[in-house]
């Protein structure tokens, strides 16, 4: 059974940090590039951060560059995304997904909400 589970969001003040995790099972998790994509209300998901399956290619959206960072360890079937100088624009559910090209594959987790709040 493949499971995607997130945990590590809650509540942070504006300039705060918090490190998301997302622990995968179920599937051969160094074949697949990994991303965080987050949704606000009223708003469409969007990607924030991938990173290729053996963890030497990132990329980022321009919004979160140079504060959010995207690590895995293939170890552990573990993504994580590191979140500094957190601003409530970045008050969402965050998603961990998990793609594979070919065969074409992909997994959601179930999300986890931060909020940026002072």
């Known amino acids: 059974q493949v499971r995607l589970v997130e945990s590590g969001g809650g509540l942070v003040q504006p300039g705060g940090s918090l490190r998301l995790s997302c622990a995968a099972s179920?599937?051969?998790?160094?074949?697949?590039?990994m991303s965080w994509y987050r949704q606000a209300p009223g708003t469409e998901r969007e990607l924030v951060a991938v990173?290729?399956?053996?963890?030497?290619?990132?990329n980022y959206a321009d919004s979160v560059k140079g504060r959010f960072t995207i690590s895995r360890d293939n170890a552990k079937n573990t993504v994580y995304l590191q979140m500094n100088s957190l601003n409530p624009e970045d008050t969402a559910v965050y998603y961990c997904?998990?793609?594979?090209?070919?065969?074409?594959?992909?997994?959601w987790g179930q999300g986890t909400q931060v909020t940026v709040s002072s």
């Open positions: 990173i290729s399956s053996a963890g030497d290619n990132t």
């Open positions: 179920g599937f051969f998790f160094s074949t697949y590039a």
């Open positions: 997904k998990a793609i594979r090209t070919f065969p074409k594959r992909e997994y």
